[in-house]
Structure formats: C-alpha cells, structure tokens
C-alpha cells in the first residue's frame, strides 16, 4: 500500500507551509505499509520554541484555508518543543532542533519510502547543522569577547 493522493496533497501543503516559516530539514516519509492509523509523517525542525509555534501556526492555518482541514489532535503546544499535529492521513511532527537530534526519527524511518517535496522545502536539508554551525561560531566570538 502507498500513500494516498489526498495524504500526499496534505504533505505537500504542509512542507510548503514549513518551508514559508523558514524550518529546518523538511523531510516526509510514506509510513503506511508498516502503519494503519496513517499513511505520512512530516518532520520539520526549528531553532528555538518561538519558531516551533510559528511554523505549526502557518501549518494548520494553511491547511484549514486551502484543504478545508483541522487537525484531529494537537499535542505538545504548551512546551514548543515538539509539536505534533495529526491529521489521521499524516501526522506532522515539528522539533526544536535539539528534540529532532536527541530523539532521531529519522532512524525510526529510515526504511520507509521518503515522499518527493515541493522545490523550497527540499533546500531547507542541512540548514539545521548550518545554524548550528553559526551558532557556535557566533557562541565561540562572544566569550573571546569576555575574555
């Protein structure tokens, strides 16, 4: 069994969505040979908590506006850390980067199919360790400046 016509519009939608509020990594994969309760996830990562919030914001509004769809469940808003938005065709899963490295779903995956995305999510692969990569240089600069 594939992913639905309807579950892949869904993925689309909401990896363009993520990709607009500028997430990190955007990745989907088909899961519904080895799950029956959906057929997709969608991971997205961000950040900080603030991110987090805003690109699930833009995820649920953009799919109720143009697919006429709320999420069924909605868990993990109060932190911001890792919120999770099901759709029972697709769960979307958006991480503070530092959830999406300790808790590694990807490896859980893996052996799925990954599901093709539009042009601007595809190029948010690797801006995570970018940021990172920033970060600790802008981190390293400021306590030179300390010293």
């Not at 969608?42 to 833009?58: G, T």
């Not at 692969?125 to 400021?142: I, L, P, V």
Request: charged share 35%; aromatic share 6%; net charge negative.
């Amino acid at each position: 069994m594939t992913a639905t016509d309807r579950s892949i519009e869904l993925i689309n939608a909401a990896a363009q969505a993520a990709a607009d509020k500028l997430a990190h990594d955007i990745i989907a994969y088909d899961v519904s040979d080895v799950l029956s309760i959906t057929d997709a996830f969608l991971l997205a990562s961000a950040p900080n908590d603030r991110q987090v919030k805003s690109i699930v914001d833009e995820i649920e509004e953009r799919l109720n506006k143009e697919l006429n769809i709320k999420p069924v469940r909605r868990e993990g808003d109060r932190e911001a850390r890792w919120v999770l938005l099901d759709y029972v065709d697709i769960v979307v899963h958006v991480q503070h980067s530092e959830e999406r490295v300790f808790y590694a779903l990807e490896r859980l995956w893996k052996d799925c199919p990954e599901l093709d995305l539009p042009a601007e999510a595809k190029a948010t692969r690797g801006k995570g360790a970018e940021h990172a990569k920033f970060q600790t240089e802008e981190d390293s600069a400021d306590l030179g400046e300390l010293r």
